[in-house]
């Protein structure tokens, strides 16, 4: 098996695809109107105190107030208050209305709900996350060997006494770093903390004190390791600063950091665009002729298996037994592609055999081992169904893209105006490269035209600089939402 990590860069969006073996397996996009908060950290301000959910509102200068659950403050939040117990303390006892505190997001805002906070501060960094108020070592459950799990407590372990106090759990990439490396980790998160730290005691309530890193260095943070055989970004000031991050944080791995000159788009090249518009499908359709149809609901997604013109070789129990199996490597690959989170019920084909639904659930967890985030797995039920939860952190690929449809009452999703905005972004430049022209005409939705002439102009005129030619906007009246054409002239 071999990874591949594609980048691709226009004006406010950033999108990386995740390769294996040349198959699209995950696909992260981040914009600069709307980027992720996850891992942010904040100066907020408590708005309201809730006994009955034991929770509070967080105003942390957000759109929406932010959501913390007594259950995720830390105990030097409260250590004031003198609770030595392990039982969780009454919210009144530990905020108040009015009161400022440092926070952390740890789920982004999802539809009407706003960000998940905690005051469990952790810091991650390449081998290494700090948490400033833990104890102790852990470690990656991913680091098998048991030599080199006891190597690493060791050496953190010696590293910690001559450090502030605060916990640390080694990462999966951790895994054979050298002393050095996790010394110069630790001393990294403590300098960074000790920053944080600072500017957060003179801080205003509702403002950022510590952001994330962007989208294309967070993924040389967060995915790199020896399995990326290459990383391939189409933008040259993106590149630079990547490989000066590696060169930094991972040097065996900047002589893989590649730049992408051709003149085909490179998401084009690889047949990520056309993978992403079927990611937007209900339907999946399998190898063997059968199918999947996946609803993603505000409570939950549902996954039915149906066997579709697969009529097999042998028997019935064969031929629903080859769907199954070949249905639980496509359902994991779509939970990663789509960033599908919370309950997920699977509706299999009924299989008699106990034999055969045991083959189907090994099939199926053995395919999710290689998801980033976790997932858990329960036995068939007596109604053929299999219920899993997959962590959500972050708004599915359908969320990001797409928006409900008026005209349906919410009954489907289409493109966003923003979205249609940047696939006319890529296909300015994509026109460009193909024609001479000496003027490009973009014929669109009325939406789509006031969207690019108003919050989008300065993306327009930027690329309007990049391909050297004017562009010249019009309004079409029969053209739907997602609908446009760039003309040459």
């Known amino acids: 098996m071999s990874e591949e990590i594609l980048i ?20 992260y996009i981040e914009r600069s109107r709307r980027r992720g908060l996850v891992g942010n950290i904040y100066k907020g301000k408590v708005s309201r105190v809730l006994p009955g959910m034991q929770a509070a509102f967080i105003d942390v200068g957000l759109e929406r107030t932010a959501f913390l659950h007594a259950a995720d403050i830390a105990k030097v939040a409260y250590s004031e208050h003198d609770y030595a117990s392990e039982e969780p303390a009454d919210i009144r006892s530990l905020l108040h209305e009015g009161q400022e505190i440092l926070v952390q997001v740890l789920k982004d805002p999802l539809g009407t709900k706003g960000a998940r906070l905690t005051t469990h501060i952790s810091i991650p960094s390449r081998y290494l996350v700090y948490m400033p108020d833990g104890k102790g070592v852990g470690l990656s459950t991913r680091i098998e060997d048991v030599a080199e799990r006891e190597r690493l407590k060791a050496l953190l372990e010696t590293f910690a006494q001559s450090l502030a106090c605060g916990g640390y759990i080694v990462r999966t990439a951790g895994e054979n770093a050298t002393p050095e490396a996790l010394r110069a980790d630790m001393l990294f998160l403590n300098r960074l903390w000790e920053n944080i730290r600072e500017q957060g005691a003179h801080a205003k309530a509702g403002t950022l004190v510590h952001g994330d890193l962007p989208l294309a260095v967070r993924i040389l943070r967060d995915l790199f390791d020896v399995e990326v055989e290459s990383v391939r970004v189409d933008a040259d000031e993106v590149c630079a600063r990547m490989r000066e991050f590696a060169e930094m944080f991972i040097p065996a791995m900047t002589a893989r950091i590649e730049l992408y000159t051709e003149i085909r788009p490179i998401f084009e090249l690889y047949g990520i665009e056309e993978e992403i518009q079927r990611a937007l499908d209900r339907k999946v359709p399998l190898k063997s002729g059968g199918y999947l149809i996946l609803d993603q609901t505000e409570a939950m997604t549902t996954i039915d298996v149906n066997t579709g013109a697969y009529v097999g070789h042998r028997n019935l129990e064969e031929t629903i037994l080859k769907t199954n199996l070949e249905a639980a490597q496509s359902i994991a690959r779509q939970l990663r592609l789509r960033n ?24 199926l967890e053995q395919a999710l081992a290689k998801d980033h985030a976790k997932t858990q797995v329960t036995e068939v039920s007596t109604l053929g169904l299999v219920e899993m939860t997959r962590k959500r952190t972050r708004e599915s690929l359908e969320h990001i893209l797409c928006q409900p449809c008026a005209t349906c009452q919410g009954r489907g999703s289409l493109k966003t105006p923003e979205t249609v905005c940047y696939d006319v972004f890529r296909e300015i430049v994509r026109v460009t490269r193909q024609f001479n022209a000496q003027e490009l005409r973009v014929l669109a939705a009325q939406e789509v035209v006031d969207l690019l002439l108003d919050e989008e102009s300065a993306s327009l005129a930027e690329v309007e600089a990049q391909i050297g030619k004017p562009i010249r906007l019009q309004a079409e009246a029969l053209y739907t939402q997602e609908q446009f054409d760039v003309v040459p002239m």
């Open 8 to 27: 691709n860069v226009t004006p406010r969006e950033t999108r990386v695809a995740l390769l294996d073996s040349g198959v699209l397996q995950e696909l």
């Open 340 to 363: 599908l989170g919370g309950i997920i019920i699977i509706d299999f084909i009924d299989m008699c055999a106990q034999e055969h639904k045991q083959q189907v659930l090994q099939a």
